[in-house]
């Protein structure tokens, strides 16, 4: 007993692609963090709020390396993560906007991603957010990241029965219990990297 209490919690920072307010990705990461809560010791998934960072321009950094203060404070919330969970919607086949400026925001300068692991999962139609998701560990390669394999997450939003509510919120138990797999995985692959540090 005495082992489980000093083991050390591992800071989840959440990100979403969507800035919708009943957004199914938003769905999914408010679901991951009810889920550590409920039972998995150890774990805590933070969101982190994306929808402040001005599109990225380099005009707006300062001549010693500073950013404007929601992107210094993005930027410190990034570092303070031990690794990050990811909801990836597809637009166009693609990361959403909000997604891909939030990344690369955080990697001006000296790269706040490097070195930590991560894991993705989405919402959307007909495949599920997949195609986001392969654009992302793309992303993931040049910024550093080391994503998860398995188990992947996309889920058919649209597909009948309803897989959330109105708010977004998710109400199927079978996804649930799949979130929570990809949040064991997330969990042993960021103790195997902090062992090797």
């Known amino acids: ?15 979403c692609g969507s800035l919708r307010k009943a ?5 999914l990461l408010r679901a991951a963090a009810e889920v550590c809560e409920d039972s998995i010791p150890g774990l805590r998934v933070d969101h982190v709020d994306i929808s402040g960072l001005p599109l990225l321009n380099t005009d707006l950094e300062t001549a010693d390396g500073g950013f404007p203060p929601a992107v210094e404070a993005f930027r410190d919330k990034v570092r303070q993560a031990d690794c990050f969970l990811f909801g990836s919607p597809e637009y166009n086949y693609s990361i959403a906007t909000p997604l891909k400026n939030a990344l690369d925001w955080a990697s001006r300068g000296q790269n706040c991603w490097a070195d ?12 599920g957010g997949g195609r986001s998701q392969y654009h992302l560990r793309q992303v993931g390669v040049f910024l550093d990241l080391h994503f ?12 009948q029965p309803p897989k959330f509510d109105s708010d977004g919120n998710l109400i199927d138990a079978q996804i649930r219990e799949r ?18 540090d």
Request: aromatic share 6%; hydrophobic share 50%; charged share 20%.
């Open 1 to 15: 007993m005495e082992a489980a209490a000093a083991r050390p919690v591992i800071r989840v920072a959440a990100i």
């Open 23 to 27: 957004s199914y990705n938003g769905g």
């Open 116 to 127: 930590k692991p991560a894991a993705i999962v989405s919402a959307g139609g007909g495949f």
């Open 148 to 159: 998860i394999n398995k188990p992947e997450l996309a889920v058919k939003a649209f597909e």
């Open 179 to 196: 979130i929570k797999q990809v949040l064991l995985s997330l969990q042993a692959f960021t103790l195997r990297l902090q062992k090797k």
